[in-house]
């Protein structure tokens, strides 16, 4: 930048974006001031080294800013956890489902446990109908990422959002209808 660059001659660009051409480092710093800008290196690899009359600062600024703008535009999924019992209430899972479609709809992950304590073991293929059941509830909102699985006294699902640019998620009333 400016004063930092010390290979002559050099192809210019200036302030308006056309081309000057190939030019002594020299007048490109002298055009450079007159114009009350910088000077900047822009490709030094090249064959001259192309320079460019422009505002350095608000260069820099406008950079940040584009980044900052594309990370805002970014949506991090989360991994959503819905821990349930074998013996839930039907009014309860139909709570939790709600629960679970505001997740997808947002765009993130979701993960329903089934825990279970001592003789509730016994309710495994209970469990394993109540699982299929909210699958089969979530089925145009959701895909399911890894199935039911039995990990010690735990039964866990992943569910992920269906296309995001598919079809209208179904309303709420519509899910509560379905899960009944």
Known sequence: MNEKIRVSP?????????????VPVQEAMERAREAGLDLVEVSPNSEPPVCRIMDYGKFLYQ???KAKLSQKKQHVMTLK??????KIDSHDRQIKVSHAVEFLERGDKVQFT??????????VDHAREVMGGIVR????????ERPVEMLGKRMT????????GGPKPAGQADIQKRAE
């Open 63 to 65: 950079q940040k800013r």
């Open 137 to 144: 509830t979530l089925q145009e909102v959701a895909k399911v």
């Open 81 to 86: 956890e819905i821990r349930m019992r074998p």
């Open 157 to 164: 699902m992943v569910l992920i959002p269906a296309k995001m």
């Open 10 to 22: 050099v192809r210019l660009i200036d302030e308006s974006n056309a081309q000057v051409g190939v």
């Open 114 to 123: 089934m825990m279970f304590r001592g003789r509730e073991m016994m309710y």
